[in-house]
């Protein structure tokens, strides 16, 4: 209390900005996951430990978990190479493909669930083609993923994007009258500056594929332990009326992504002690 | 800019009243969207002609058992028409139904019937005929959660009345359902949703369905894809239909209601149940519909289960039957 106090700032209504700031956070995020707590603390631990370890759960689990760091990463990698091409070069249509890059945060998920599950079923257009190769997309855990990867393009691209227009291609080209090839160039003049916006960029991507639930359930089989997603096994739960289940792993989920999150921000905070160029 | 503000409230505060005079809300089981998109028409149009009044009628579906907890827990339904009487019964027991709504309409507040068959893929390339192959290893069985859904609980029940009758004993009914339980890959929240799965994403050897479902699936998706296998016995289901006093006394449609659902006892009714592939009631239109439905042989619950309440205690509460059967 004693810091605040000191750096109060001269403009009045502090006491009524924090007063307002608290009460918001609190009734839109706060108390509904202290609710999820509470919720949950109705078991015993024993309780507890038998749902959260069943092999439904950790599959779902794992299937959520797992397939949503594997969107991520591919996120990462071509989320890059986007923003790359959106900031860096000038080409007709630009503009038209950066406004593209938003359409998965605009759309509705179930609009691109239904819409997904239709362009990669059997019959359809990408379905069709890769089924004659053998690869079956749709209702499986291929189309989870498709799905993830899918919602995941926004994130990678708007968190980078800023920070790649600030870096001044005048260090790009120092670099190259000093000697660089392009490969060192890239690796350890520009990439290290943007290893901070990338990080974050994999964390949002990440978490908002673990919970997605619109987009994944029309292309996901949803047939238990082969692909069925966390969040649809918590809705499941809670429709057999078996509300502590239903928080139980729901809780899990929370603690499983404030860890990872957690994670990825001491790397961040890393990237930007040791790395070069901050 | 006041007098802007004041006329735009105006409009839209006149443009919020509701364009018909009276609003029902039928909150009904999974696979009726259909027949009552038909039966809501017909009835509008009929009341508009006796009464000069307009009705709109809103639709909720879903699993029988999960929509009557709605209701329990506060959706101002005006009607309930749902898979079965319990669903009902667990609704009148909180109160908002008179306990003896089935008397008030004639055959048990039931005005058409249906029963549980199988719908295979065409060709029937896994060779089902009866109850006996679904428990065969390498069948994958399309059924929903009894936990949530009515038709659920109704296939449930002709698959332990079936074993019973074949095998004498009701251990003998409890493993041949666990069989046919451990050849479920996947129990959708209801019947419709069961439905989906097995016809739209291809899961599945056999759906075990209402007989309406099943016709509904060879209508929309064409006789060349699916067809029918009538098994040798299956249960007479008798999905009841009741006003649910509390809300329709709270809101005043109480006529309207009754006279929606007596709606389904006039000819025109029955035959827009027996068109949707519902087992009409009446006589006469039971012969005229009578090559449409399969020829089964049906057994009542009462028969063998000694009712609803009996069967629901035993089976599907918890830690009943199916919850011992079924880890998962």
């Given at each position: 209390m004693a810091a605040i106090a000191v750096r109060r700032s001269v403009l009045p209504g502090f006491g009524l900005t924090m007063g307002l700031t608290l009460t918001w956070l609190s009734v839109i995020v706060l108390i509904p996951l202290a609710g999820l707590f509470l919720k949950t603390s109705e078991l015993?631990?024993?309780?507890f430990?038998?749902i959260v370890?069943?092999?439904?759960t950790?599959?779902a689990l794992?299937?959520s978990f797992?397939?949503a760091f594997?969107a991520a990463?591919?996120n990462l990698?071509?989320g890059?190479?986007?923003v790359?091409?959106?900031?860096?070069?000038?080409?007709?249509?630009?503009?038209?493909?950066d406004a593209?890059v938003d359409v998965p945060f605009a759309l509705p998920t179930a609009v691109a669930g239904?819409?997904?599950?239709?362009?990669?079923?059997?019959?359809?257009?990408?379905?069709?083609?890769?089924?004659?190769?053998?690869?079956?997309?749709?209702?499986?855990?291929?189309?989870?993923?498709?799905a993830m990867?899918f919602i995941g393009i926004p994130f990678v691209v708007r968190t980078v994007q800023p920070v790649l227009i600030e870096?001044?291609?005048?260090?790009?080209?120092?670099?190259?009258?000093?000697?660089?090839?392009?490969?060192?160039?890239?690796?350890?003049?520009?990439?290290?500056?943007l290893v901070p916006a990338l990080l974050t960029g994999l964390a949002l991507a990440f978490a908002r594929a673990v919970g997605e639930y619109g987009s994944v359930i029309?292309?996901?089989?949803?047939?238990?332990?082969?692909?069925?997603i966390a969040p649809l096994l918590i809705v499941i739960r809670l429709s057999?009326f078996r509300y502590a289940d239903a928080t139980a792993i729901a809780v899990v989920m929370l603690v499983a992504a404030f860890l990872i999150i957690f994670v990825v921000n001491r790397l961040q905070r890393w990237a930007q002690t040791?790395?070069?160029?901050h | 800019m006041r007098?802007l503000l004041l006329?735009f409230a105006?409009v839209v505060w006149?443009g919020s009243?509701?364009?018909?005079?009276?609003?029902?809300?039928?909150?009904?089981?999974?696979?009726?969207?259909?027949?009552?998109?038909?039966?809501?028409?017909?009835?509008?149009?009929?009341?508009?002609?006796?009464?000069?009044?307009?009705?709109?009628?809103?639709?909720s579906?879903?699993?029988?058992?999960?929509?009557?907890r709605s209701?329990?827990d506060g959706l101002q339904?005006?009607?309930?028409?749902?898979?079965?009487?319990?669903?009902?019964?667990?609704?009148?027991?909180?109160?908002?139904?008179?306990?003896?709504?089935?008397?008030?309409?004639?055959?048990?507040?039931?005005?058409?019937?249906?029963?549980?068959?199988?719908?295979?893929?065409?060709?029937?390339?896994?060779?089902?005929?009866?109850?006996?192959?679904?428990?065969?290893?390498?069948?994958?069985?399309?059924?929903?959660?009894?936990?949530?859904?009515?038709?659920?609980?109704?296939?449930?029940?002709?698959?332990?009345?079936?074993?019973?009758?074949?095998?004498?004993?009701?251990?003998?009914?409890?493993?041949?359902?666990?069989?046919?339980?451990?050849?479920?890959?996947?129990?959708?929240?209801?019947?419709?949703?069961?439905?989906?799965?097995?016809?739209?994403?291809?899961?599945?050897?056999?759906?075990?369905?209402?007989?309406?479902?099943?016709?509904?699936?060879?209508?929309?998706?064409?006789?060349?894809?699916?067809?029918?296998?009538?098994?040798?016995?299956?249960?007479?289901?008798?999905?009841?239909?009741?006003?649910?006093?509390?809300?329709?006394?709270?809101?005043?449609?109480?006529?309207?209601?009754?006279?929606?659902?007596?709606?389904?006892?006039?000819?025109?009714?029955?035959?827009?149940?027996?068109?949707?592939?519902?087992?009409?009631?009446?006589?006469?239109?039971?012969?005229?519909?009578?090559?449409?439905?399969?020829?089964?042989?049906?057994?009542?619950?009462?028969?063998?289960?000694?009712?609803?309440?009996?069967?629901?205690?035993?089976?599907?509460?918890?830690?009943?039957?199916?919850?011992?059967?079924?880890?998962?």
């Open positions: 015993s631990l024993d309780q430990w038998v370890s069943s092999r439904r950790l599959n794992k299937i797992g397939l594997l990463l591919v990698v071509m890059t190479i986007v790359w091409a959106l900031v860096r070069y000038r080409f007709p249509g630009r503009r038209l493909l593209i239904v819409a997904l599950s239709a362009l990669f079923a059997e019959k359809g257009w990408l379905g069709a083609p890769l089924a004659a190769l053998g690869l079956k997309v749709a209702f499986t855990p291929i189309g989870i993923f498709v990867v870096l001044d291609p005048e260090i790009e080209e120092a670099a190259t009258s000093l000697g660089a090839n392009r490969w060192q160039t890239v690796t350890r003049v520009i990439l290290p500056s029309f292309i996901a089989g949803n047939l238990p332990n082969v692909s069925e057999e040791r790395l070069p160029m | 007098r006329a105006a006149a009243a509701s364009a018909a005079d009276l609003t029902l809300l039928n909150v009904s089981y999974d696979p009726t969207r259909e027949l009552y998109a038909d039966f809501n028409k017909a009835f509008a149009s009929a009341y508009q002609k006796e009464t000069g009044k307009s009705v709109e009628i809103k639709q579906h879903g699993g029988s058992g999960a929509q009557a209701v329990i339904a005006d009607v309930v028409t749902l898979a079965l009487a319990y669903d009902i019964d667990a609704i009148a027991a909180r109160g908002l139904i008179t306990p003896d709504w089935q008397k008030r309409m004639p055959l048990n507040a039931a005005p058409y019937t249906s029963t549980i068959v199988f719908l295979v893929r065409k060709g029937n390339p896994k060779g089902i005929k009866d109850w006996d192959d679904l428990i065969k290893p390498g069948v994958a069985v399309i059924t929903p959660n009894p936990k949530t859904s009515g038709g659920a609980r109704w296939n449930y029940l002709a698959a332990w009345g079936y074993a019973q009758k074949k095998f004498g004993s009701a251990d003998r009914a409890k493993k041949f359902v666990a069989d046919l339980y451990q050849n479920v890959p996947v129990l959708d929240t209801g019947a419709r949703g069961s439905t989906v799965t097995f016809v739209e994403r291809g899961v599945g050897d056999v759906l075990i369905a209402w007989e309406n479902e099943a016709f509904l699936a060879l209508r929309e998706f064409g006789k060349e894809k699916f067809e029918i296998v009538s098994p040798s016995l299956s249960i007479l289901a008798e999905p009841p239909v009741a006003v649910v006093d509390k809300v329709v006394e709270k809101k005043g449609t109480r006529a309207v209601a009754e006279a929606y659902l007596n709606y389904w006892y006039s000819k025109e009714g029955q035959e827009i149940a027996a068109r949707n592939s519902y087992r009409p009631r009446d006589p006469e239109i039971a012969r005229e519909y009578e090559n449409s439905f399969a020829k089964v042989e049906l057994f009542t619950i009462d028969d063998v289960f000694g009712g609803w309440t009996q069967a629901q205690k035993e089976h599907f509460a918890e830690g009943g039957i199916f919850d011992q059967i079924y880890k998962n």
